[in-house]
Each structure stands twice: as structure tokens, then as C-alpha cells.
């Protein structure tokens, strides 16, 4: 089995068809670890991680955390909040007193786009996007894609995937584009057209501004929140009248999921806005598979950073 195409996991953008589907045969055997009484294989005993977190999480936090332990590797985890770059050390030197620390890969989340592919330009060791700002989050559509698969099956072509909500903020959603497309899958974006970007047709997607249409048309929708922390602050709403109004026009119910003659997959990147993109009695139901993508995440990170080890030179 050859190794992936890339030293660093910036974006989907950059990797090949190939890749992922190396990503998803390795987590295929880390799903079977994590799941046996002993979760644990000593595949990374030699490898130091730092989990760089200048971003709110709890999933993907967790889940990198997770997926380092249990592949035996030692893990130091950094919370902007409570570090000197709230004294005004830049991130080049904040990551590089860290790399001098012996440390010999770095998961990053970054509220600026852009900033995982910078720091792998400036700074000597392996960069995993954990999310940076509005633009990739690669690691979730990896694991949103193979639920997908785990669900529908491998082969992606003619798969019809929607991925409804607030679109223009959301880095989950361009991943997942390029993710998709490159598996042979189409795509289809739905929102209010204020959260839709302009060009976004340009990426080859289809565009609905009905959740009605969006779900006659797709075997599997993506619910995305509303990212009311990227919309100006003070949970103001600016880019629709209301709440309420959205969750009409955009919310994904039971009525409007048992009107159709399929039963469609559905998905959610959490965390989830309950009665907003999504009531609770479709986001705990069988249809919903959230809690698989959560478990499918430390296994996609695992063949992830596993993948990437085997670059890494030990310092
Ligand atoms: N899906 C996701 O990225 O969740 P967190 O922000 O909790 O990591």
C-alpha cells in the first residue's frame, strides 16, 4: 500500500481520489481497534502531537485527542485562551517554541482562513487542519463522506448529496464539495440566498433556495447550523429576518422528511442548533446517523494521522 500524495492535511482540496480512499481503507481497520475491549495499537509510541486550539471545539478536539492516544502517541494540547499569544506572540513563534519542545506534528484549528496552509509554508513539521475560520475543515467531511459510504455504500457515482443551511460561513461545506465531488458524487447547496456565495456554482454544485426541492431531489442531506457566531456577534441574526423564520423555510422536520416516497440519509456536523436546522425528533431518529459520524471521526483521524506519521521525520 503506497503512503498519500501530501506532507501536511491543509484542505481536501489538495488530495487526491486515491488519498481518500487510502483515508478510508485505514480507518476501516482502526474502527475494528476502537471497537475491541482494548483500544489501543502502538502505531504512533514515537510521535509527539500538539493539539493547537485557537478556536472553540469539543468534538474535533476531542476526537484528535482520542485518535493520538489510541495510537500510543504522546499528546500536548494548547488552549489559545490561556497562552502567551494573548501576550502578542505571533503563531509562527508560538508553533516554533513548541516544535523546540521535541514536538513532531501539529493539528491546528484557526479562526483564520488560510492559516493551517500558512503554517506549513513557515514552520518545519506536519500541519492537520482542524478547521481554519470559513475556508476547509478537512477531517469532518473525510468522516461525513465515509458514513456516506459506510450507510450507501462505496462507489460515490450518481450518489445525490444536498448540504442545506449557512453555507457561506461554514468551512465543513467547501470541504465536503471538494470531498464529494472528487468520489463522483453530486452536490447540491441549499440556503436563503444570503448564505448562499455568489460564485459558489462555479465549484460545479447545483444551487436550490427550497428545502422541499433540495430533499426530492438528494439520497442524503447534510444539515449545517447556522453560524450565529460568525454573523456579527450578540446572537443577533443578519443574514434573515428570524430564527423562527429560518426554521420554517430551512429546518428539517419529520412532516417535511415523511413526505417523501425515499428515506433519505441525514447527516450533521454538530454541534447541533435544536429547532432551528434540525428538530429533535429527526436528529435522534434512525434516519440520522450524528452519533455514527462522532464515532466514524476518531477513526478517519487515526488513519489520518497514521497516514501522515509515516513522513514524519522524529526529532
Ligand atoms: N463538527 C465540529 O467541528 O465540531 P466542533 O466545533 O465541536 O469541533
Redesign the pocket.
Known amino acids: 500500500m503506497g503512503g498519500l500524495s501530501v506532507k501536511h492535511l491543509t484542505g481536501i482540496k489538495g488530495l487526491l481520489k486515491e488519498d481518500i480512499e487510502l483515508i478510508f481503507q485505514t480507518a476501516d481497520e482502526f474502527k475494528d481497534v476502537i471497537n475491541r475491549p482494548i483500544k489501543k495499537v502502538p502505531s504512533l509510541r514515537d510521535i509527539t502531537i500538539a493539539n493547537l486550539f485557537f478556536e ?6 476531542l476526537s484528535f485527542e482520542l485518535a493520538e492516544k489510541r495510537l500510543s502517541a504522546d499528546v500536548v494540547n494548547f488552549s489559545a485562551a490561556s497562552s502567551s499569544v494573548k501576550k502578542g506572540e505571533t503563531l509562527i513563534d508560538t508553533v516554533n517554541n513548541i516544535l523546540a519542545m521535541k514536538v513532531d506534528m501539529v493539528v491546528m484549528r484557526h479562526p483564520h482562513p488560510g492559516a493551517a496552509k500558512f503554517l506549513s509554508e513557515h514552520v518545519n513539521t506536519t500541519i492537520v487542519n482542524a ?1 481554519d475560520g470559513t475556508h476547509e ?1 478537512p477531517t ?1 467531511a473525510l468522516l461525513d463522506a465515509y458514513s456516506i459510504r459506510e450507510n450507501l455504500g462505496a462507489d460515490f457515482k450518481g450518489k445525490k448529496v444536498a448540504i442545506v443551511g449557512d453555507i457561506l460561513h461554514s468551512r ?1 461545506a467547501l470541504s465536503n464539495i471538494f470531498c464529494l465531488q472528487k468520489l463522483g458524487a453530486e452536490v447540491m447547496v441549499c440556503g436563503p440566498t444570503t448564505l448562499i456565495p455568489k460564485h459558489i456554482k462555479e465549484l460545479g454544485v447545483k444551487v436550490s433556495h427550497s428545502l422541499e426541492e433540495t430533499l426530492d431531489w438528494c439520497d442524503v442531506a447534510n444539515m449545517l447550523r447556522i453560524q450565529l457566531e460568525r454573523q456579527g456577534g450578540n446572537d443577533d441574526v443578519a443574514f434573515f429576518p428570524s430564527l423562527r423564520e429560518y426554521s420554517m423555510q430551512y429546518g428539517l422536520t419529520k412532516a417535511k422528511l415523511d413526505q417523501l416516497e425515499k428515506k433519505i440519509l441525514v447527516l450533521h ?3 447541533i442548533n435544536r429547532g432551528v436546522e434540525i428538530t429533535s425528533d429527526v436528529a435522534d431518529s434512525d434516519q440520522a446517523v450524528i452519533l455514527d459520524q462522532v464515532e466514524n471521526g476518531v477513526a478517519i483521524r487515526m488513519a489520518v494521522l497514521y497516514l501522515l506519521a509515516s513522513g514524519v521525520e522524529r526529532k
Open positions: 472553540n471545539s469539543t468534538r474535533t478536539r478547521g475543515h469532518q465543513v456536523p454538530g454541534p
